[in-house]
């Protein structure tokens, strides 16, 4: 097999906005935007741009094998799998964007199919891109980045033929004013308050019985939109701005699309280096300063939210200890406190604890395999992690679909990252879908896990003009 496709940069100049450039691609084909909105310490620094792909892959979840599939389009691509030889000084390069599914899980561990798949999009979509602008939020430059994938078989323009037509299209590249969001129709809910809480008991009742530790349960929201979904984006990333967050369209004009404002990460590998990021524990922000602090001394000293970050922590090493190597897996000490290796982190809207855990990728084992391990993310199922999926998918009355599932690129320089799809808006046929979820354990009190649902879904429904809204009370 050849080597690794090398990398070619240039800069681009003059700067420009990510909402500018967000904005220009918004009518290409496939506009995708890999989005560290909210950049600060341990959070995401480039902002990946690519349109009109080289080519689209998407599985519909009934037989074939997403990750088995995609590890095969991998190796077509030039990815080393072998070597894990990093060719890009960037932290993103052109390669395989898109996503995979929460229903993805079925193709690992057996489960149940029992919910209701009304949200009508792919199990799995990834598109390859040769060519990408990137944004260093450090820096504040663009940069070109283009593969050549000639030697695997792909007929396309020379790389500066390439670098040409992106810099005409930036130069189109303008500021857009951000426009009201347009009122829309009241919302359906996939279950009434009183619903949600029944079921939140059903899991505590899981929970005295021995069979998990922890389970997360979400819930769903769903309006008649009728603007593009770029322009909902463009305002979610100012109310609600993500250091993972995401703008997939998956159609020309993007009518279907995926809007994400997620703060986890799931999983990035750089050479053999592993890293995963579960955040759970949640207190509400404050516009009153004392209140807020009042909120993040709340969260840090509570007994429960560390517990349940705790589990999810044990959980995610025993899924890196099955594919990296022996001795390796670590949870990296807090800033402030060896003793005590969590941190606090606010957001726009949220305080959320999180853990970082490190390990390095066994010699045999490649990104799929790494994928494989930990999909999805244990701090949006609970623990055990298979019998917490078992109790979701008889509980919860409809498909997550991208929810909870994770969003991210594999490059061609074989570097890898995904996101936990939380804070994440679905948008096919006319409808937009807003989910908010959290992790159940045995001292959860059904109230405060649905008011830190609706504290979840805040900044999603500000992107909307409307303030999350309380379901009917249909018994």
Known sequence: MPKPPTIHTQPVLPALSVEAVISTIAGREHPMILDSADTGPGRGRYTFAVCDPVEVAYWD???VD??????QKLQQTGMD??????????????????????????????????????????????ALYDTAAVFDSLTQQWTLVAADLSAYGYKRPPIEDRFSAWRKLLAQANEREAHPAPFPDSPIHNMSKYKYLQMIERGLEYIAAGDIFQVNL?????????????????????????????????????????????PELFLHLRGREVLTRPIKGTRPRSDDPQTDAAYQMELAVSAKDRAELAMIVDL?????????EYGSVRVSAARHSPAWPYELESHPTVH??????????????DAIDLVRACFPGGSIT?????????????????ERSVYT????YFGLDGSMMLNIAIRTMLVNDGLLHIYAGGGIVADSVPEDEYAETQAKALGLCRALGVEPAQPVEMR
């Open 66 to 71: 997403p990750f088995e599939t995609m590890r």
């Open 405 to 408: 599932g994770s969003i991210g």
């Open 61 to 63: 979840g009934k037989r």
């Open 218 to 262: 979400a819930r769903r929201e769903s309006y008649r939109v009728q603007e593009p979904p770029m322009s909902t984006y463009l305002r979610l990333r100012r109310t609600n701005p993500g250091a993972y967050a995401a703008f997939l369209g998956l159609d020309r004009g993007s009518g279907s699309a995926i809007l994400s404002a997620s």
């Open 382 to 398: 609970g623990a055990p992690k298979v019998r917490a999926m078992e109790i979701i998918d008889e509980l919860e009355p409809t």
């Open 81 to 126: 799998i072998d070597s894990r030889e990093v060719t890009s000084d960037f932290g993103l390069c052109p390669g395989w964007v898109g996503y995979y599914a929460y229903e993805a899980g079925r193709f690992i561990e057996k489960l149940p199919a029992t919910t209701r798949a009304d949200v009508g999009l792919p199990i799995a979509l990834f």
């Open 316 to 324: 995610e090493r025993n899924d890196l200890g099955r594919v990296c």
């Open 352 to 365: 959320h604890l999180v853990a970082n855990v490190t390990g390095r990728l066994a010699e045999k084992h």
